[in-house]
């Protein structure tokens, strides 16, 4: 089994929908992110969390919200998914107290239509 | 703010030539640099992590160096193979950020 797993691995939705995109790590690393990657625009950071009780926004969350579940488990949320939104969401787990090396899921392409 | 910066965006070049990729970061304040492989559509596979208190890490061809004084990396690709082909990018945590900062990549194309 991969480290980091994300569902769904593709998905399309229509716009005004709510969807979620879910994570989950059998690391045990503290730190879980969210990021999206646009072409053009690189991986750019969403949403983090360095523990169930810590949540913080990243570089780009309008429109977006996060759920720390667990431990392992940390959760992507579109309330109201709109096109532009349409982009590759990549989850992504580190620990703060090894080698603060990243490891990162599949990922998951969303198309907004 | 930090910023990473790849030099090239885009490289193609024959099978066997030895190549290197560059990464610049504006921030000289990090914890780590991390080097990353995406093949089309796919996910991020860890290629080598340097620590900001090392000067190069090494995994089969690959060798990374960090210049963290002048905020420079490099990636060095030793007998290039077709099999490399894909966007390499590099990212640094640390300088100012929570997470990861990435670079825009370097797209390689290995022609046979």
């Known amino acids: 089994d991969a480290d980091v797993t994300q569902t769904p691995r593709n998905r399309i939705t229509k716009t005004g929908k709510r969807i979620m995109l879910e994570c989950s790590q059998t690391?045990?690393?503290?730190?879980m992110y969210w990021y999206r990657q646009d072409p053009g625009l690189g991986l750019r950071l969403i949403y983090y969390s360095f523990d169930v009780k810590d949540i913080n926004k990243g570089e780009i969350s309008d429109g977006y919200s996060v759920s720390r579940q667990a431990q392992a488990k940390f959760s992507l949320s579109l309330e109201s998914a709109i096109p532009n939104q349409t982009a590759l969401y990549f989850c992504a787990t580190s620990d703060l107290w090894t080698d603060y090396g990243y490891t990162f899921g599949s990922g998951t392409r969303l198309t907004v239509v | 703010k930090q910023e990473v910066t790849q030099i090239p965006a885009a490289l193609s070049v024959p099978e066997g030539e030895n190549l290197v990729l560059n990464c610049s970061f504006t921030d000289s304040a990090i914890y780590n640099l991390q080097w990353f492989r995406q093949d089309p559509g796919k996910g991020l596979t860890s290629l080598l992590l340097?620590?900001?208190?090392?000067r190069e890490q090494t995994s089969g061809r690959l060798n990374a160096s960090l210049d963290k004084s002048s905020g420079r990396s490099t990636l060095y690709i030793a007998a290039s193979q077709p099999g490399d082909s894909a966007t390499y990018l590099c990212?640094?945590?640390?300088?100012?950020?929570?997470?990861?900062?990435f670079g825009k990549g370097t797209h390689l194309i290995i022609q046979p």
């Open positions: 990212a640094v945590t640390g300088g100012g950020a929570d997470g990861l900062t």
């Open positions: 340097i620590q900001s208190s090392q």
């Open positions: 690391k045990g690393h503290d730190r």
